[in-house]
């Protein structure tokens, strides 16, 4: 380890090793990534690896995109099998609403030059995936970009290549403090010693908050359980030939695809459970959390349902892990205002699906000054202070997590965070009808409903001349008048 480096990454999973590798890439190679224990530790490791191409934002999508070009780039780069698997995928639909949703998901990715989706039918849903029960599913969504890959060689040849291009990969060293000269650059404090950087980049994971907290700065972002389990060898799947699509089911909450010759399913259940908000100890790494089966026990039925085999096949393991998440489930990535030379690419729930693009985007915004793509949707910048009150953390993120795989409509106002900052007429508002939305971490007033006179809801309405009068009669139905958002409540 050198004592200066021009750029210090820390955090040593798949968003470090891919803003490692492309910084490198792009020029930069005067470069660390400093990791406490060793590649992967944290939440990488235990990953389910999956991946897909689409996404409703069409910018996200093309850096998923990206990233699933990328992969394979980077594991003939690194010279390391990184175990894709193309296997294509579906999300299907048992609702009529939701079947609706999904083909205008379709005709959206249409409009977005994405060819390679097909909507088709329960027939060629079961013969796809011939251990599907398919009895209530009116229709899927094909993707051919689908499909997953090996987690912990994924991470090693983002690194490995990073390596070869002139970075530096440091395991086994624990960043204790960064502390910022005058100048803006940092004295990056670890358990080996002091190295001065220009710029520091926080890709800490499970301890970003933790990272960020040593500049001063609450993050928005908070570790949470997640549960998958795979099982032993399926019978139908030995004696087939190729292997299974991932499997989206939308109401029941759960993921599937094909591991060896058994089956991985995953479940983002409702009854949702943080863990150790303000980040994980520093002496957790290459562990699980025990298994908490009663608490998805309703979503696990469903996936049994779905997969009929299930109930005569045995459980190899049970994966109970932690994944940090936003308020919004997107990244956070860019610069901190007010804090120079400091840059944050956490909160990646899906790191494997997204990190390439991340790590894309912020080496250009550091290297260019702006990344490439609109990234809008991942600044870091969309958040305030407002977003460090931890109960507005608490309810958003599990608000996020319980409604993976909920539809959700535009601009659908949602009630998590919505009254924990309150403008002083609030109560008098709402008993006049107020209906009130969020806006930056406030109370805002969304609509207002018009009272009127039961007994009469007739008025005159103004004339040109004095000639008969014109009137007109308010329609019994009271309106609802709608106010744009004018206001933020501030302490």
Request: hydrophobic share 40%; aromatic share 10%.
């Amino acid at each position: 380890m050198k004592s200066v480096y021009r750029v210090v990454i820390v955090g040593g999973g798949v968003v470090g090793a891919s803003v490692a590798y492309h910084l490198a890439k792009f020029g930069w190679t005067d470069i660390a990534l400093i990791e406490r224990d060793v590649l992967t530790a944290g939440s990488s490791w235990h990953a389910a690896g999956g991946f897909h191409a689409l996404n409703p934002d069409p910018n996200i999508a093309a850096l998923q995109a990206y990233t699933i070009d990328l992969l394979t780039e980077v594991g003939e780069e690194s010279g390391i099998d990184i175990g894709m698997h193309m296997t294509g995928g579906i999300s299907f639909a048992t609702d009529p609403a939701r079947w609706e949703w999904l083909k205008a998901s379709y005709r959206t990715f249409q409009s977005l030059g994405i060819n390679d989706v097909e909507l088709i039918g329960p027939d060629e849903i079961k013969a796809r995936c011939p251990i599907l029960s398919t009895h209530d599913i009116i229709g899927g969504l094909w993707s051919d970009r689908e499909g997953h890959i090996d987690p912990s060689a994924v991470v090693h040849a983002y690194a490995r290549a990073a390596k070869k291009r002139g970075a530096d990969i440091i395991e086994h060293t624990k960043v204790e403090d960064l502390r910022q000269r005058p100048d803006g650059t940092w004295d990056v404090v670890t358990d080996k010693g002091v190295v001065h950087a220009e710029h520091v980049v926080n890709a800490g994971g499970l301890w970003a908050k933790k990272l960020g907290q040593m500049v001063g700065v609450d993050l928005p972002v908070t570790p949470m359980e997640h549960h998958y389990l795979v099982t032993e060898a399926i019978p139908e799947l030995l004696a087939m030939k190729g292997e299974l699509p991932t499997i989206v089911d939308l109401e029941g909450f759960t993921y599937s695809r094909q591991e060896q010759k058994g089956l991985l399913l995953g479940i983002y259940e409702r009854d949702y459970k943080h863990w150790h908000m303000e980040g994980a100890p520093w002496d957790y790494g290459i562990e699980l959390i025990q298994e908490d089966i009663g608490r998805i026990e309703n979503e696990l039925a469903l996936g049994f349902q779905r997969f009929p085999c299930l109930e005569t096949t045995g459980i190899k393991r049970w994966v109970n892990g932690a994944f940090t998440f936003s308020p919004d489930g997107n990244p956070l990535v860019g610069p901190l205002r007010g804090v120079r030379n400091y840059w944050v690419a956490c909160g990646v729930m899906a790191g494997f699906l997204q990190g390439g693009g991340v790590g894309k985007s912020l080496a250009e915004w550091m290297i260019h000054g702006e990344p490439e793509a609109d990234i809008f949707g991942m600044d870091i910048a969309r958040y305030g202070a407002f977003a460090s009150n931890r109960e507005y953390i608490r309810q958003t993120t599990g608000q996020f997590y319980s409604r993976r795989f909920v539809m959700s409509y535009p601009n659908e106002p949602l009630p998590a965070g919505r009254v924990l900052k309150r403008p002083a007429a609030y109560e008098a508002m709402t008993r006049a009808g107020c209906r009130w939305g969020r806006v930056g971490g406030s109370s805002s007033r969304s609509t207002l409903r018009r009272r009127t006179s039961r007994k009469s809801r007739r008025c005159d309405a103004p004339t040109r001349s004095n000639s008969s009068a014109q009137k007109r009669v308010l329609p019994a139905r009271e309106p609802l008048f709608s106010i744009r958002p004018h206001f933020l409540v501030t302490k």
